[in-house]
C-alpha cells in the first residue's frame, strides 16, 4: 500500500451532493481522454496518488473511456488496488456505445446492468460509489433506465445513482419517478459548464436547485481552452497539436483570432485577480452554491497542483463577474 501524505484532508474543501449525505472535494479527476488513453499507466498512477495527497478522493471513469474502449477503468483499477478503498469515491457511467449489437448502448435495462458488471470487473472492485445514466436514451422509457439504477444500487454494486447529460425537465422527471417509486435517489448530475458553455444556468441549476441534486461539472476548462496554454497559439506537445482527430473543435475555435482574443481578456482579469486563468475558470465555477465539484483531467501533476490552488480564491467581485459575463457572453 502506497503511504500518503498526513495532511491531505487539511485544506481541500468538501461539499456535499445537494440535499444528501455524500460530499465530493471541490475538485474531482476525472479519467475522460486521459488514462488509458493517450497517457499511460505511469502517469496515471502520479497524477492519482498526488491528487489523493492534495485532498481529491474522487475519481471518475466511464464505461467507454480509454482506447480501447474500458481500459481506463482497467489501467485506474490497478492504481486503486494501492490506495484506501474506504476514502475514495470512485464513479463510473453506462450509456454510450460500448460493445457491437443493440445491446451495447443507450439506456436499456439490459446494457445498463451488463455495464456496471463489466465495469466491476474490470476496476477490481465490488462496488462503484456512483453509478450514472451517461446519457438520456428517447427510445427507451425512463422508468427502464432509471429503474436499473435503482436496482444497481439495491444490489449494493452501486451506493448511489447519478445521470448526466440530462435536460432540466429530464432530471426533474427522473427526480419525480424516484420519490413517486421510493426507489434510490439521484443524488448527483455530471453537465458540461464552463465560461463558454453557460446552458445549464437557465435549463439545469434550477431543476436541481428544487430537488436538491449535486452538480459535477465536466469539462470545467472548455477542453483546455481556458488555460494559458492557447493564448499565443497551439503549442506542439498540446492536446490540440497530439490529438486532433479527438479535439477538431479544439482546434478550429483555436484558429479563430476572436476566440483568442477573449481567451486573453480573460487571462488580464485572472492574473488581476492572482491567478492563472485556469483558477479564475474553476473558481467562477465554484461561486454557484448548487455546484458540488470541477471534474479536471490532468496529464501532468503540476496541472492537477495547479487547478486545487484555484481554491484559494473563490470569490469575486461584482465588476469581476460583470467583466467576464461581458467577454464570455
Not at 161 to 188: D, F, H, M, Q
Request: proline share 5%.
Amino acid at each position: 500500500m502506497q503511504t500518503f501524505a498526513e495532511d491531505r484532508y487539511d485544506k481541500m474543501i468538501y461539499r456535499k451532493c445537494g440535499k444528501w449525505g455524500l460530499k465530493l472535494p471541490a475538485v474531482s479527476l476525472g479519467a475522460w481522454e486521459t488514462f488509458g488513453g493517450y497517457r499511460g499507466e505511469d502517469v496515471a498512477r502520479e497524477c492519482m496518488f498526488r491528487a489523493f495527497d492534495l485532498g481529491i478522493t474522487h475519481f471518475d471513469l466511464a464505461n467507454n473511456y480509454g482506447k480501447p474502449p474500458g481500459n481506463a477503468e482497467i489501467v485506474v483499477g490497478k492504481i486503486l488496488k494501492d490506495m484506501p478503498r474506504d476514502e475514495l469515491i470512485v464513479s463510473t457511467k453506462a450509456g454510450y456505445h460500448m460493445w457491437r449489437g443493440p445491446y451495447g448502448e443507450w439506456g436499456s435495462r439490459k446494457y445498463i446492468l451488463a455495464s456496471l458488471d463489466q465495469s466491476l470487473q474490470r476496476l477490481g472492485l465490488d462496488y462503484v460509489d456512483i453509478f450514472y445514466s451517461h446519457r438520456p436514451d428517447p427510445e427507451t422509457p425512463l422508468e427502464e433506465t432509471i429503474g436499473a439504477l435503482e436496482t444497481a444500487v439495491r444490489s449494493g454494486k452501486a451506493l448511489y445513482a447519478g445521470v448526466s447529460n440530462y435536460s432540466g425537465e429530464r432530471t426533474r422527471e427522473s427526480c419525480e419517478l424516484v420519490e413517486r417509486k421510493n426507489w434510490a435517489p439521484i443524488t448527483i448530475h455530471q453537465p458540461y459548464y464552463n465560461m463558454l458553455g453557460r446552458g445549464i444556468e437557465s435549463d439545469l441549476l434550477p431543476a436541481v436547485r428544487e430537488y436538491g441534486v449535486g452538480v459535477i461539472a465536466f469539462s470545467p476548462l472548455a477542453n483546455g481552452l481556458l488555460t494559458s496554454r492557447y493564448l499565443n497559439g497551439i503549442p506542439e506537445d498540446s492536446r490540440a497539436m497530439q490529438d486532433a482527430i479527438a479535439s477538431p473543435r479544439l482546434n478550429k475555435l483555436i484558429a479563430d483570432g476572436s476566440m483568442v482574443h477573449r481567451l486573453r481578456q480573460l487571462d488580464e482579469i485572472a492574473q488581476a485577480r492572482g491567478q492563472t486563468l485556469a483558477q479564475m475558470a474553476l473558481a467562477w465555477i465554484l461561486r454557484w452554491p448548487e455546484i458540488t465539484s470541477v471534474l479536471i483531467g490532468a496529464s501532468r501533476v503540476q496541472q492537477i497542483e495547479e487547478n486545487v490552488a484555484a481554491l484559494t480564491n473563490l470569490q469575486f467581485t461584482e465588476d469581476e463577474l460583470w467583466r467576464i459575463g461581458e467577454i464570455v457572453g
